[in-house]
């Protein structure tokens, strides 16, 4: 055999494996995840024939995947088995090649995303993301009421905690029951009238009220400003009216200091420096007289 033979058949050789090729895919079925495709070449002058079941990659483990839409007209990049891969098809398994047939047509795996260049995107986040569109149910609607980073986390920050509590004070309607220290009542009666729960001291002025009742559990919110400071001692800043007083001695709960009481009464007191003008707030629970 003489040279040009020699070379005449090593390119029948040539000619005859496959390595890879880019491809335009024509279908796809999404139930097998296999598509037709045509090589993205021709030979002699002749396109190169229709691909059929071809697999299609798409990143992930047995059990899980990263799926995107594959749509005729997407680009891919084919390569070519070294060996007949019918029967690795339908079993999955190891087995030996049906035929002899290396690198030939039929033996395709596809990689959409490679791109030739009047393919690729004009532009590109630089980020990590996923653009493109995604399919939607046709009844979906969107509006502009889209919230930044910034404006989210002010809106949370306003938000109590999953591991908040509540005072027994702050329970102004519903039934609290009796094995939370509740009458097992609905609240029997509730008023925000400043005249119609307390009567404040010289230089003392109520500026919200609100009072509230279960049988003889009783809960009183008081706002008050003293105009004049005191460095120390006890200071009386209003009066319960009648029937809304205690019956023994009660500890409030106060916002600003701990040394605040209501006497039987009636008379809220606190113990300690107040600022002039200062707006104290006083929360308390306790039993009728």
């Not at 986040?125 to 939607?136: D, K, M, N, R």
């Not at 009458?183 to 509230?212: F, R």
Request: with cysteine; hydrophobic share 40%.
């Amino acid at each position: 055999m003489n040279q040009t033979e020699i070379e005449a058949v090593k390119k029948d050789l040539l000619d005859s494996l496959h390595c890879a090729m880019p491809g335009i895919v024509e279908s796809f079925d999404p139930r097998t995840r296999t598509a037709a495709v045509r090589p993205a070449a021709k030979r002699k002058g002749i396109p190169l024939p229709l691909i059929r079941d071809v697999p299609v990659f798409f990143p992930g483990t047995r059990d899980s995947a990263v799926t995107f839409p594959v749509a005729p007209g997407d680009e891919c990049l084919l390569v070519f088995a070294d060996f007949d891969t019918d029967r690795w098809a339908e079993t999955g398994s190891a087995e030996q090649p049906a035929s002899a047939r290396s690198h030939a047509l039929s033996d395709a795996f596809a990689f959409v995303g490679f791109r030739s260049r009047p393919g690729v995107p004009e532009s590109m986040p630089p980020q990590p993301s996923f653009f493109g569109i995604s399919p939607a149910d046709v009844s979906h609607t969107h509006d502009d009421r889209y919230y930044t980073e910034a404006e989210t986390d002010t809106l949370l920050a306003g938000k109590a905690g999953i591991s908040h509590r509540h005072g027994a004070g702050e329970i102004t309607s519903g039934t609290l029951p009796l094995d939370r220290g509740g009458t097992g009542q609905a609240a029997t009666g509730t008023t925000n009238t400043i005249a119609e729960i307390a009567a404040a001291e010289s230089g003392v002025t109520i500026t919200s009220a609100y009072y509230a009742w279960w049988g003889k559990v009783a809960m009183v919110r008081l706002v008050v400003t003293k105009k004049a400071a005191v460095s120390s001692g006890t200071t009386t800043l209003c009066t319960l009216v009648s029937g809304k007083r205690p019956r023994y001695t009660a500890m409030a709960e106060w916002a600003w200091n701990s040394g605040g009481q209501i006497l039987p009464g009636g008379s809220v007191q606190v113990n300690g420096a107040i600022a002039a003008n200062a707006s104290l707030t006083i929360l308390s629970t306790y039993i009728l007289a």
